[in-house]
């Protein structure tokens, strides 16, 4: 079965860096899209960055320029390397990946941004 386990997470500064890791099982990891969504308190999970088989990425806007998605397909893990975080990037951090007609999520790892 698919299996998505998120690590990085953190305390950290305004200013500072995290990188967030995502090792994932039981699917072709080279043959998918691998998207990292964040959900605040009190507001709905958005997507921030995605990449395709391609690498190709894509960016919220709210990220653009600081945060940077990656994947090592020999490992079977997307990375999230967030820079130059903010206040308002604290939120729990998700990996997914829509295969087989439905969305799979990760467990979640807490990131908090303090001022």
């Known amino acids: 079965q698919v299996r998505l386990v998120e690590s990085g997470g953190g305390l950290v500064q305004a200013g500072g860096s995290l990188r967030l890791s995502c090792v994932a099982s039981?699917?072709?990891?080279?043959?998918?899209?691998m998207n990292w969504y964040r959900q605040a308190p009190g507001k709905q999970r958005d997507v921030v960055a995605s990449i395709a088989p391609s690498a190709t990425t894509v960016y919220a806007d709210s990220v653009k320029g600081r945060f940077t998605i990656s994947r090592e397909n020999a490992e079977n893990t997307v990375y999230l390397q967030m820079n130059r975080l903010k206040p308002e990037d604290t939120a729990v951090y998700y990996c997914n990946v829509y295969a087989w007609r439905r969305n799979y999520w990760g467990q979640g790892t807490q990131v908090t941004v303090s001022s």
């Open positions: 039981g699917f072709s990891f080279s043959d998918y899209s």
